[in-house]
């Protein structure tokens, strides 16, 4: 019986270590799961790269997310993340738990340090919510030739508009679930807006594939229910 019970407890998390990175009002907890030599301060960076411009969830005086961190060679990206638990804080869905899994290729010495970095801001902003908070706001929309973010009063929106001077009346994302960019990301170029006018890529915003955790990005956070700082 003793025996079956320590497996069991071995099974579960004796192999997870936790670091716990806090901006005193948004908590991500960072269980690094059977992660023996892997690095683990660029996740450690990266979290405190995110608490430093997300700094609350709206409504709530303290939130923390949970998040699972695997390193594995069975994935074809360089990393894959998601959302696995929400609550609703003021009707909107607000993750709890999410994991994410980086591929180990992206732990080799020889693997470019920010590209590998930068893919784990990247994966850090799905399980804040990009991609999968944002899923519901996603629609066709004709006059941005496929889909795009929809949301009343987007300040993802503004800022897009404001900084490439359009007037369109959605955000163009990828089918993805990505910031639309079809320079660094494998998002196909679609055609030119009514007035022949290219629809601008968002290359350098990190939940394109880009370095930066950009104004677009940052107000993102802000539509699906984040204060941020900007
Ligand atoms: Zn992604």
């Excluded at 709890?96 to 920010?114: A, K, P, Q």
């Excluded at 930068?118 to 991609?131: A, D, I, M, N, R």
């Amino acid at each position: 019986m003793r025996v079956l019970l320590f497996l069991c407890l071995l099974a579960s998390n004796s192999w997870a270590s936790v670091e716990s990175v806090s901006n005193g009002s948004l908590t991500l907890n960072l269980h690094f799961q059977e992660f023996g030599r892997f690095d683990k301060q660029r996740y450690i960076d990266a979290a405190n790269q995110w608490l430093s411009i997300v700094k609350s969830v709206e409504g709530k005086p303290h939130h923390s997310i949970d998040v699972d961190i695997y390193v594995t060679s069975d994935i074809n990206h360089d990393g894959e993340a998601g959302v696995l638990e929400t609550e609703v804080v003021g009707g909107v869905e607000i993750p709890i738990h999410g994991e994410m899994v980086l591929h180990s290729r992206t732990h080799n010495s020889e693997f470019d340090y920010e590209n590998a970095y930068t893919t784990v801001v990247h994966e850090l902003g799905h399980v804040l919510g990009v991609g999968q908070t944002t899923e519901k706001y996603i629609q066709r929309v004709d006059a941005l030739n496929g889909p795009a973010f929809c949301k009343e009063n987007s300040k993802a929106l503004a800022w897009y508009n404001k900084l490439y001077q359009r007037n369109y009346p959605c955000l163009r994302f990828a089918e993805s679930g990505h910031l639309y960019d079809f320079v660094l990301a494998d998002d196909p170029e679609r055609d030119n807006d009514r007035q022949g006018r290219e629809i601008p890529p968002m290359t350098n915003e990190v939940m394109a594939n880009g370095l930066e955790i950009g104004i677009i990005t940052t107000a993102l956070l802000d539509d699906i229910g984040y204060v941020v700082e900007y």
